[in-house]
């Protein structure tokens, strides 16, 4: 049946209205909410009575033209709606590149293009710091007349490129122009396969290795404490210091005056030696901080073995592991896989291993983090205990206190007068509310003394860890017995995304991306426990940690 179109008089405004006779009158007054701005369940449309919801809209025998009488107030809340700024834009109008920057959107994959699973590994593991995606954006390779080297062969600029299609799509990526400036530049990545047609497996570490190494030559930031300065990016936020020593084993040296020698060198990943007592990665990154070397000794006259002890004296923001699992077996002429199990955690604290300088700097503020934590961990307690008692969370802040919504607490005694004169002692209570903005406020307090208690010169440096704690954020894992054979993937933690009002993180689901190659999933943090090994299962070969964040002198997080 054809509509009728028929005429709404609302507060002195006329409205042309499309009447479907078959529809019911809730129908109707939903029509007149989006004209009006009036709830449907504050209309009062007067047609022979009032219309209910339920009445169909043929009972009526309307005519074209017809007016009808509508009364009624918008509520504080439809005044607060206002059209939005911008135009919505649906899903299946975006390009491919708006959708995949959408909140949800599942990052794109890697293409395996015969045995390089382990770049793609490394790729997307790396691809989880964000200041190198930001570094690389502004990135110009210098002219083929300066380096003698084509552009399209410059490594740094192929990682740039890479990452940036990989940001415009949630499809597999075909890394073919970073892999061929790879091999170009390190031809061992180009070994054909010994048991087959294509190219060799590769070890994921070396690959690492070999792409830090030429971004650290290439990639340079502005130094924001000097502005002169342009450090290596890798230099600024992924190297660290050793303090070391080296001391001759022998007494007969020390007794004839030899003096240890002390050494500052720059290190790119701190190595876990695995053995048969390694079962943590405290132990093997103890073991890794210990070597033993042959050189000649002045007062000896002869070679001799000597001990190199190291102690970290600069702590990067971004900590890479690697699990020294690969060793060369000589009876079958291939990289051996050391099975062992070696658990790792996702918060790491490394200030042991720290000189007594860094130490010193570092242990208060880490100290103070975990005061904080604590408390924050109480009020969250409090808050949850408060739900399972049925309190109306609406009505109290959001740091909570861990008594009873109606439970007061005495505060003081004052003197009153009773009716007949006579002095009185009465007690005056907090409310529940009172005490929680109390606690409110001692935590901020205690954020702002966190913030204090960094030590200025280390404050300084933004690419350098300020309190040896470090959370894990990306796993690069190996499945099989040997490096030239098996499966390389990679674990990457998810990023909370941005709030597109407030433009502040929200708050991370603690899940994690599994990049197999082209297949991109997501797993719960328990999967990562798994990674330890103990068998040809996927075990973690490389460790990416962060330093945690800290709070500004305003108490604030960034």
């Given at each position: 049946?054809?509509?009728i179109p028929v005429i709404v008089k609302h507060q002195g405004t006329k409205y042309e209205v499309e009447v479907d006779p078959e529809s019911t009158g809730e129908v109707f007054k939903f029509q007149l909410y989006s004209l009006t701005g009036v709830e ?179 990639l340079r930031v502005k130094d924001s404490t000097d502005a002169t300065s342009d450090p290596s990016f890798i230099e600024k936020y992924m190297s660290g210091e050793f303090s070391s020593e080296l001391v001759c084993d022998e007494s007969a040296a020390r ?304």
């Open positions: 049946m054809a509509s449907p369940e504050r209309q009062k449309v007067l047609l022979k009575g009032v219309l209910k919801d339920e009445t169909p809209m043929n009972k009526f025998a309307l005519k074209p033209g017809q007016t009808i009488m509508m009364l009624g107030t918008p509520s504080s809340e439809g005044k607060d709606l206002v059209r939005p700024t911008e135009k919505v834009k649906f899903v299946e109008d975006m390009t491919e590149a708006e959708a995949a920057r959408q909140e949800g959107a599942i990052p794109a994959g890697l293409a395996n293009l015969g045995n390089t699973c382990y770049l793609n590994s490394t790729l997307q593991t790396l691809r989880a710091i964000p200041e190198l995606q930001d570094a690389l954006s502004k990135y110009e390779p210098p002219s083929q007349s300066a380096t003698g080297t084509m552009p399209q062969l410059d490594l740094t600029r192929q990682l740039r490129d890479t990452y940036k299609q990989m940001s415009e799509t949630q499809d597999a990526h075909v890394p073919h122009a970073f892999l061929t400036s790879l091999r170009n530049l390190y031809p061992q990545f180009a070994e054909r396969s010994r048991t087959g047609a294509g190219y060799a497996q590769q070890d994921a570490e070396e690959a690492w290795s070999q792409i830090l190494s030429q971004v650290r030559q290439k007794e004839g005056g030899e003096q240890p020698i002390t050494s500052k060198d720059a290190f790119l990943k701190l190595n876990c030696h695995i053995d048969a007592t390694t079962n943590h990665l405290r132990d093997g990154i103890v073991n890794g901080l210990k070597e033993q070397l042959e050189k000649r000794s002045e007062v000896l006259g002869r070679d001799a073995t000597y001990t190199k002890t190291s102690k970290i004296s600069r702590l990067p923001k971004y900590l890479t592991v690697h699990f020294v699992r690969f060793f060369w077996k000589r009876e079958t002429q291939k990289k051996a896989k050391i099975m062992r199990k070696v658990t790792f955690p996702h918060e790491l604290d490394v200030v042991e291993f720290c000189d007594d300088n860094l130490k010193k700097l570092l242990v208060p503020v880490r100290d103070k983090v975990r005061e904080v934590r604590k408390e924050e961990e109480d009020v969250e307690r409090a808050r949850k205990r408060r739900k399972r008692n049925g309190a109306n969370e609406d009505e109290v802040p959001e740091v909570s206190n861990p008594k009873k919504k109606d439970e007061k607490k005495p505060e003081k005694k004052e003197a009153t007068t009773s009716a007949d004169g006579d002095v009185e002692m009465g007690e005056t209570y907090k409310t529940d509310a009172e005490i929680d903005a109390e606690r409110a406020a001692q935590l901020l307090a205690m954020k702002k003394d966190l913030n204090a208690l960094i030590d200025p010169d280390l404050a300084k440096d933004d690419g350098a860890n300020q309190s040896g704690l470090y959370e894990l954020r990306g796993v690069v894992t190996h499945q099989g017995a040997s490096a030239d054979s098996g499966h390389y993937t990679a674990y990457v933690k998810k990023t909370a995304p941005v709030d597109a009002k407030t433009g502040k993180r929200k708050e991370e689901d603690g899940k994690w991306w599994w990049f197999n190659d082209d297949k991109v999933s997501e797993v719960t943090a328990d999967k990562i426990e798994t990674l330890a090994g103990g068998g040809e299962s996927h075990s973690a070969l490389i460790l990416l940690y962060r330093a945690i964040p800290l709070p500004t002198a305003e108490g604030t997080m960034e």
